[in-house]
């Protein structure tokens, strides 16, 4: 039975950069209050 | 997409922390991105619309030296997935002239701001209401709200349906009707008004009543959505229970709206959710509830019309905020209140999936 040898360190990989979209939640949002009044036209 | 662009809705904010807020302050649209190497801020800010996706994950790792190409590729694929994102480089849209681009410019817009899908031109939403088929019963308070509001957001085929005629008492908050129409049939009247009002669709009209299940089933027969806004016959088996099991034969989704005074509430209800009698049993029974009193004002009729447009156009865009299968709205006595209920099928229910 064979096992993977560990990485030597020159060959360990960096975490790969990335971006995390979060959607906001309720109360995290003015879905209440439009400060500015909004429009009416 | 060809040119990607952050949507103008959607605007790019920077917080104190570096986190990039998206798509302002409305729930369901807003989102955030924790940004501390300002990876994404760059990217947002190099989609203005001049560049192509490569040439904005290039320019990125210009910027951002240790970014590899995947990774880059990566941000910016995750940027165009957002929904934040439109392309300034739109592909053709021919099923739609000049005028009506002009007319429908302001929906296009509401649309691409709510909308969280990337799409290629951003009429998708306006086509799916120029073809789609829309029953109307009912044109009175709640009704000829409704009826004027999807002539107005451009769905191309209305039918309205009506027994009764313009009443002087009916002035006070029906939309379609003046005095010159007193005595005249509503279906008529509205019909002729919504013609006028939008030439490039098609209303038809019937003055008739429901008054069995047949009726509403032969009524229902080559249209997508039923919009009930009326109120007759009565509840408990009357013509919403009669809508809801016709409807769920037919896989057709419908909204069914009205108003009790002050207190204005409107059903959503489709394939794949709980039918409308499912959901009306775990409503527990209200002593006093169900006299429909006439006293209305016109806007407790124009909310309640209004609503029921607005599911309706969420149901042929398919831009739905949750499935359906529920009651909303909200009284005007009490502005800290809302209206909503959803409960799940009853066992063994035989019109619920």
């Known amino acids: 039975m064979s096992s993977t040898p560990a990485p030597e360190p020159w060959q360990e990989r960096k975490p790969r950069k990335k971006i995390v979209i979060r959607r906001l939640g309720k109360t995290e949002t003015a879905t209440v209050v439009q400060p500015s009044g909004g429009n009416s036209n | ?353």
Request: aromatic content about 6%; glycine content about 12%.
């Open chain 2, 1 to 353: 997409m060809r040119r990607p662009r952050v949507k103008p809705e959607h605007a790019p904010h920077r917080l104190g922390d570096g986190t990039v807020r998206l798509g302002g302050v409305l729930y369901g649209v807003a989102s955030e991105i924790p940004d501390p190497e300002g990876w994404a801020w760059a990217a947002l800010t190099l989609m203005d619309g001049t560049r192509s996706p490569g040439q904005v994950a290039a320019a990125l790792r210009t910027r951002f030296i240790g970014l590899t190409r995947e990774e880059a590729d990566d941000i910016v694929a995750v940027l165009l997935d957002s929904g934040h994102v439109e392309d300034a480089a739109p592909g053709p849209c021919e099923e739609l002239d000049a005028r009506e681009k002009e007319r429908y410019s302001r929906s296009r817009d509401y649309f691409r701001w709510i909308d969280l899908t990337p799409r290629d031109h951003g009429w998708e939403p306006q086509l799916a209401l120029k073809g789609a088929r829309v029953l109307v019963l009912g044109l009175g308070g709640t009704g000829s709200h409704a009826a004027w509001s999807l002539a107005a957001a451009g769905v191309g085929r209305l039918h309205l349906v009506d027994p009764d005629v313009v009443e002087l008492s009916n002035l006070n908050r029906q939309v379609l009707y003046t005095e010159a129409d007193l005595g005249r049939p509503k279906a008529d009247v509205a019909a002729a008004r919504l013609r006028r009002l939008n030439s490039a669709i098609d209303v038809t009209a019937e003055r008739a009543a429901v008054t069995s299940p047949r009726d509403l089933a032969r009524l229902l027969d080559g249209f997508d959505v039923l919009a009930l806004c009326a109120d007759r016959p009565r509840e408990p088996y009357g013509i919403r229970t009669w809508a809801s099991r016709a409807c769920a034969r037919g896989g057709i989704p419908w909204v069914s709206g009205g108003y009790d005074g002050p207190l204005v509430s409107v059903g959503v209800f489709g394939p794949g959710g709980p039918c409308f009698e499912c959901v009306r049993a775990g409503i527990p029974a209200q002593p006093g509830a169900g006299y429909a009193w006439p006293g209305v004002t016109g806007p407790s009729a124009g909310l309640s019309g209004q609503l029921v447009a607005n599911d309706v156009l969420a149901l042929v865009t398919g831009l739905t905020p949750v499935p359906p299968g529920y009651f909303h709205g909200l009284t005007l006595l009490d502005p800290d209140a809302h209206v909503y209920a959803r409960h799940p099928s009853r066992p063994g229910c035989e019109f619920c999936p």
